[in-house]
């Protein structure tokens, strides 16, 4: 009971930011869990009130509220809409590793984040072993989505038709010391991502050929880590602060006018949780983050909004051309506001855009919801995936890797002939057919 | 930590107070009540992923949007259809249990915070629409259906459902008729009572009783049906709703109007009745309520004016530009320094949208958040107006000013900081002045926020002891366990 007393002198630190919802219960609107369950406890107002609930020490044990809790996707459709303005994510995000840090990770999250995830090295090495044998557990679809599924009957791997790891992940093709281009008269440095190093390799090339067509000079340094969103909404703020700092320390060395990414959660997490949810940060490391978060962009903001403004003015290069509909990642859209850009890109590769309903819907993703919750990940995302069948296109585009595995299982499940890209990928196929 | 009780016709959110205030042993009497035969007997008819007994999910069935004491119920159920729903209730009979059906719990008065440790029953599954006929322009529901959901439902076959309370994307529609839920169209179009045909619940013993119809006409026995409105849980679970549902309008037109002066604008509110014009919707807001919804909706109000009157005309296309003029040169005669129309529908649905998040905008602006439903006559506006102006001035507080200028029904809120105990005095005092004053010109203690909890102690100012007593009779002749909905409306003893 004294460390539920401890628990909540912790918590009731969040006091200050959950006085700000007036439980008016706007949020539930918006939710893409509630709209399939319907329980208060999965929506914000139902988990700020738990949270409340645990600052004045009214549970024995603080289970119950953090299984509640772990059952969100922070997709932030809930703050996106709140009215009152609450910081929704970030006091999920606080209180998911003040309850970590008293219960302990699980073992399996504890080998996973600690002794993986933390060292860039090791888990590159044990991702790259992976990939050569996964072909012996699985097998291709053959699809336009380009997925896999189990060869036998997998607890691990149930029903799910997922992309396979690159033969050769993205780091490996890099010069041992990084990839270094001059260019005039910005220069990029590229956070890679994990998902986009080790299954969308081709996203991080198609970056590159865009950003060399239009002549941004560009450096990416080697022996980058993850982001750390996988381990914070694990609650794990030590590991997340580690690779922090080692990414840190990696661009501090390069000179860059901006930082860009692919991913729109590895955009999302550096600009937003970086400097909001880093553990300890002295003031200089505090500035550090700060200047950094300021420097960093969305690849497609950053190609409309600075590299190419004409871009953002053209109009459908080819009426006839293929028909996209295109996916508004909730780090993209509801974090950072990015949804006219990535559209424009769409539009200057020759595609013709149909838009879908509601294209800024959650996937249904949400990281490790989809780990544990997949058959609420999947009843969320066969929404999606009606909602693009309806379009009529033939491909489907978002600015994130992690809604463009969701998806592809998605429509892989339903049998649909939509294959799955990301903007860039698009954008530098059509600068290569145009040559 | 001490209580804000509630006082009167007010519903109160202390802001620093949010969540829970005065839970010592919140589970004692839930425990005592509900024995684990009933819950086994609730799993029998639900299946257990529909019976929720857990601490944690208590505390989220323990509150609504008015922000009293929250008060843990003992259990919560979601049945799926009409037969487990009579099984439940008939069980609760049986048993004594207390049973307070939750919608999407956004009411402002208290009426879903359960009390009695009994059961919360849930309506989210209760979510098809049965029927939108278009020949004789009706719709069927189910009591879980979302208000916005129903009426783009019936938009989308040229009908139109008018009721539009400030939380239509989430209030559920057996929640506005258990609430007689209000909304910005009650103007022209009055309140979700103007719309129910007919209402089937069970009663406190688990029967089921239909009232009203599906004709424009039914005169047959006592009005079963307009009792049922507003009854706030407290006559009967309901399981159907038959709503109205009538042409959509041809045409719209919404017009913002800016003033210098709250005056101004709400002399403009009389003058367009006095001319005949009976807009759609009339909304007025003053500077403080501007500030903090613009802050939030970006829509482009003008941030120093000192008010605003959001309008809209409907209708046929004539009539609509007719009236669309003479309101802008009233606006004009009366001293709006611009008026300007919504060009687009999007402009239009910007306009609308950020006039929806004044309740919630506002409350970013102070600790303490208290909202007024005191409505009085609608030729009263400018008076009660006035008034609200002097009472602020006199009592030193910030008293920021929205709502359905057009109906009466004000939205006073004052803004201020429960620790500042001196201020607080003189906010009690004050809420006491207002709620004095809408009595004094003819008004009401509620326009649409209900009676609930939070007003039940005050009810009799307006309505007398008679009232009460009857209601109370009527109430224990039909429920003489006192299962349903106990502590509202009526307060708790005879």
């Known amino acids: 009971m004294a460390k539920m007393k401890e628990l909540a002198a912790q918590v009731k630190e969040l006091e200050d930011e959950l006085v700000t919802c007036i439980r008016c219960g706007t949020c539930q609107a918006v939710c893409p869990l509630f709209e399939q369950t319907r329980k208060e406890a999965d929506v914000a107002r139902g988990k700020l009130s738990l ?50 840090e008293y219960k302990g990770l699980s073992p399996a999250k ?51 038709h997922f992309l396979p790891l690159a033969a050769t992940p993205f780091h490996a093709e890099l010069p041992e010391q990084g990839l270094r281009k001059t260019g005039k008269p910005l220069k990029a440095a590229i956070f890679t991502g994990c998902l986009i190093d080790k299954v969308f390799p081709n996203v991080a090339r198609a970056t590159i050929k865009v950003l060399d ?82 420097k960093t962009m969305d690849i497609n903001q950053f190609l409309v909004d600075q590299v190419a403004p004409e871009l953002g003015t053209q109009a459908d290069r080819s009426p006839g051309g293929e028909v996209v509909t295109y996916h508004d990642p909730c780090h993209l859209k509801k974090s950072l506001g990015v949804a006219s850009q990535p559209r424009q890109i769409l539009k200057a590769a020759g595609a013709t855009i149909k838009e879908m309903a509601g294209p800024d819907k959650c996937c249904g993703m949400g990281g490790s919801f989809n780990v544990y919750h997949y058959d609420l990940s999947s009843s969320i995302g066969n929404i999606k995936q009606q909602t693009i069948q309806e379009t009529g296109c033939t491909t489907l585009a978002t600015g994130c890797p992690a809604c463009m595995m969701q998806i592809s299982d998605m429509l892989a499940k339903a049998g649909a002939d939509i294959r799955v890209r990301h903007p860039m990928e698009l954008y530098a196929q059509f600068i290569d057919s145009n040559r | 930590m001490t209580i804000i009780r509630n006082a009167g016709n007010l519903t109160i959110v202390p802001k620093l107070l949010i969540g829970i205030t005065n839970m010592t ?43 009293l004491d929250p008060q843990m119920p003992g259990i919560a159920v979601m049945p799926g259809n009409t037969e487990e729903m009579g099984r439940v209730v008939t069980l609760c009979h049986e048993n004594g249990i207390p049973i307070t059906v939750r919608g999407a719990g956004t009411n402002l ?73 209000g909304g910005l169209r009650g103007l022209k179009y009055g309140v979700t009572k103007d719309y129910v045909m007919g209402v089937q619940f069970f009663d406190a013993q688990g029967r089921y009783v239909k009232s009203g119809s599906k004709t424009v006409k039914c005169a047959t026995g006592y009005n079963i049906t307009g009792l049922m409105v507003g009854s706030e849980g407290t006559l009967g679970v309901l399981d159907q709703i038959t709503l109205k549902l009538i042409p959509s ?59 605003l009157l959001l309008i809209e005309v409907d209708g046929h296309p004539v009539v609509v530009s007719e009236e669309g003029e003479k309101v ?43 909202l007024e439903d005191a409505t009085v006559p609608r030729s009263k506006i400018p008076d009660m107006v006035k008034a609200l102006q002097e009472i602020g001035a006199k009592y030193k507080i910030d008293i920021g000013t929205f709502g359905h200028a057009g109906d009466g029904n004000l939205h006073p809120t004052i803004l201020t900081d429960k620790r500042n105990k001196q201020e607080w005095h003189r906010v009690e005092s004050a809420i006491e002045e207002i709620f004095d004053k809408a009595l004094g010109f003819g008004g009401t203690l509620s326009g649409e926020h209900g009676t609930g909890i939070a007003k039940a102690p005050f009810l009799e100012k ?33």
Not at chain 1, 124 to 136: C, S
Not at chain 1, 148 to 159: E, F, I, Q, T, W
Not at chain 2, 264 to 286: G, H, M, N, W
Not at chain 2, 465 to 489: Q, T, V
Request: charged share 20%; aromatic share 6%; hydrophobic share 45%.
């Open chain 1, 51 to 100: 949270l409340t609930g645990l600052a004045e020490n009214m549970f024995d044990d603080p289970d119950g509220v953090n299984e509640r809790l772990n059952r969100c996707l922070l997709c932030g459709s809930c703050a996106a809409n709140c009215p009152s303005g609450v910081n929704v994510l970030e006091i999920f995000i606080k209180a998911r590793a003040i309850l970590a």
């Open chain 1, 110 to 160: 504890k080998l996973i984040f600690k002794k993986m995830l933390a060292s860039p090295g090791t888990f590159d090495t044990l991702v790259e072993w992976a990939g050569k044998f996964q072909g012996i557990f699985t097998k291709p679809d053959h699809n336009a989505q380009g997925t896999s599924c189990a060869r036998l009957v997998s607890p691990l791997l149930a029903n799910r």
């Open chain 1, 213 to 294: 067509h239009h002549g941004v000079g560009m450096v990416i340094p080697a022996g980058q880590g993850c982001c750390g969103i996988p381990a914070l909404a694990s609650g794990d703020r030590d590991t997340f602060t580690k690779l922090v700092d080692h990414n840190l320390s990696l661009f501090d060395q390069e000179e860059f006018d901006v930082l860009v990414t692919a991913c729109a959660t590895c955009t999302s997490t550096i600009k937003k949780l970086w400097p909001a949810v880093y553990k300890n940060a002295d003031s200089g490391t505090r500035d550090r983050l700060e200047a950094l978060s300021k």
């Open chain 2, 25 to 67: 042993d919140p589970f004692m009497q839930g425990r005592i009540m509900i024995t684990k035969s009933i819950i086994n007997a609730l799993t029998d008819i639900l299946g257990p992923e529909y019976v929720f007994t857990e601490a944690e999910d208590m505390m989220t069935y323990s509150y609504d949007a008015a922000v």
């Open chain 2, 109 to 181: 008065s208290g009426g879903t915070i359960p009390q009695g440790s009994g059961l919360v029953l849930l309506t989210g599954r209760l979510n098809q629409i049965l029927e939108i006929n278009e020949a004789d322009m009706y719709a069927v529901v189910q009591p879980g259906v979302v208000t916005a959901s129903l009426a783009a439902a019936v938009e989308a076959k040229g009908l139109f459902y008018p009721p539009d309370p400030g939380s239509q994307a989430v209030s559920t529609l057996g929640g506005n008729v258990a609430e007689n839920a």
């Open chain 2, 249 to 307: 309008p041809r045409a719209r037109h919404s017009l913002v109007a800016v003033y210098d002066t709250i005056d101004q604008a709400s002399e403009t509110v009389a003058a367009i009745i006095a001319a005949r014009i009976v807009p759609a919707t009339l909304e007025i807001l003053d500077n403080f309520t501007i500030r903090a919804v613009e802050d939030f909706s970006k829509a482009g109000l003008p941030v120093d004016a000192a008010a």
């Open chain 2, 328 to 370: 802008e040169a009233l606006c004009q005669k009366m001293g709006a320094t611009s008026v300007k129309a919504a060009a687009t529908d999007e402009e239009r649905d910007k306009i609308w949208a950020a006039r929806r998040s004044a309740l919630s905008a506002l409350a970013k602006l102070k600790p303490t958040l208290v």
């Open chain 2, 462 to 494: 307006e309505a007398g002891f008679s009232s009460i007593l009857f209601s109370r009779r009527l109430r224990s002749a039909l429920d003489p366990k006192n299962i349903l909905n106990p502590g509202k409306i009526t307060g708790v003893s005879e």
